[in-house]
Nanobody
Framework: QVQLVESGGGLVHAGGSLRLSCSASGLTLDRYTINWFRQAPGKEREGVSCISRSDGSTSYVDSVKGRFTISRDNAKNMVYLQMNSLKPEDTAVYYC????????????????WGQGTQVTVSS
């Protein structure tokens, strides 16, 4: 049974940092494109950062460029999202998702999703 589990969320002041982790059971993450999505209350889900299955190339939504970094640790079967200089508008539930296509912001391309972890940034 495939399961993705996010962790590392929490409450942080603006300007602070958090590192989200995505772990998996039942699949090997380095064979998949991994995307971090987020959804804030009353807003649509949006793709935040993606790391490609083919060459490890990364993509970021404009609002997080220069502040967030996605990475893999294949030995641990983990994917991370380092979030620095957090802003109140980053407040959302963050999800990791795995798919076999290359990076896309379209959630329908991702086959497996975690349950999400809450990130709250206070001003």
């Amino acid at each position: 049974q495939v399961q993705l589990v996010e962790s590392g969320g929490g409450l942080v002041h603006a300007g602070g940092s958090l590192r989200l982790s995505c772990s998996a059971s039942g699949l090997t993450l380095d064979r998949y494109t991994i995307n971090w999505f987020r959804q804030a209350p009353g807003k649509e889900r949006e793709g935040v950062s993606c790391i490609s299955r083919s060459d490890g190339s990364t993509s970021y939504v404009d609002s997080v460029k220069g502040r967030f970094t996605i990475s893999r640790d294949n030995a641990k079967n983990m994917v991370y999202l380092q979030m620095n200089s957090l802003k109140p508008e980053d407040t959302a539930v963050y999800y990791c998702a795995a798919g076999r296509r290359e990076c896309s912001w379209y959630g329908g391309f991702y086959n497996y999703w975690g349950q999400g972890t809450q990130v709250t940034v206070s001003s």
